[in-house]
């Protein structure tokens, strides 16, 4: 059996690891964020330590009588809860999803604090670093081949006074090769306002930013909310 000492750097080393994580979707405003990955692979590390290690407290060395227990059911039992937790980082925005890859990273700490509690150090900071790869890295270029490759639709949530002409707000963004694929009057947002979802396939060459910014400057327009 390993030390206590190393044991509390696995513990330390696992919340390391799933802190870094936490931060990149900490700093991208998500629900699931810093401490919450700390707190999954510090929690992952724990189980897996108290299966493996935590029973030779009890049994001692020499056991008058022969036990069984197999320390692979806690990982069984880790990954089923990190399940429920991830579904609850999932959430339905109009007609779109997010929180997917926060629930993704969520599932990855738990098996990079997982694997640290077992002693896997180099897998577990090789997950770490891919993880980070996938969600700091791709993104810029997962955008660039997205759009290269198809038009991609983008959600706008358009805030609006109640006498503004839909069919006048579709033709203005025709006019700017702006097509709209889908559109939703939500019920009443207060008093003389009501809330407009639209998606929209942009041309070749315009960015969701600047279709956002001709939306704001449309007569009736209040609000626009767009999320990358």
């Known amino acids: 059996m390993p030390s206590e000492w190393e044991l509390v750097g696995r513990l330390l080393l696992a919340a390391v690891l799933g802190g870094a994580v936490g931060l990149e979707r900490e700093i991208s405003d998500q629900p699931a964020g810093f401490r919450t990955h700390i707190l999954v692979a510090l929690g992952a590390c724990l189980f897996a330590l108290v299966s493996a290690y935590g029973f030779e407290a009890f049994l001692g060395e020499e056991q008058p009588v022969q036990f069984r227990f197999d320390p692979t059911r806690i990982a069984a039992q880790i990954v089923t809860g990190i399940g429920f937790l991830g579904a609850g980082a999932i959430i339905r925005y109009g007609m779109s999803v997010r ?9 990855v700490v738990a098996a990079i604090g997982t694997a640290v509690a077992l002693g896997g150090y180099l897998l577990g900071g090789v997950a770490t670093a891919i993880t980070l790869l996938a969600l700091f890295g791709l993104k810029p270029v997962r955008s660039r081949l997205v759009r290269g490759l198809r038009r991609e639709q983008e959600e706008y949530v358009v805030e609006a006074a109640g006498d503004l002409r839909v069919d006048r707000l579709v033709a203005d963004l025709a006019a700017e090769g702006i097509q709209v694929k889908h559109l939703r009057i939500e019920e009443e947002a207060g008093d003389d306002v009501r809330s407009i979802v639209l998606f ?10 600047e279709a956002a910014g001709f939306l704001s400057r449309m007569a009736g327009v209040r609000n626009v909310d767009w999320t990358r």
Request: aromatic share 6%; hydrophobic share 35%; glycine share 10%.
């Open 99 to 107: 929180g997917l890859t926060t629930a993704a990273s969520l599932w």
């Open 200 to 209: 929209l396939t942009l041309p070749t060459g315009r960015t969701p930013e």
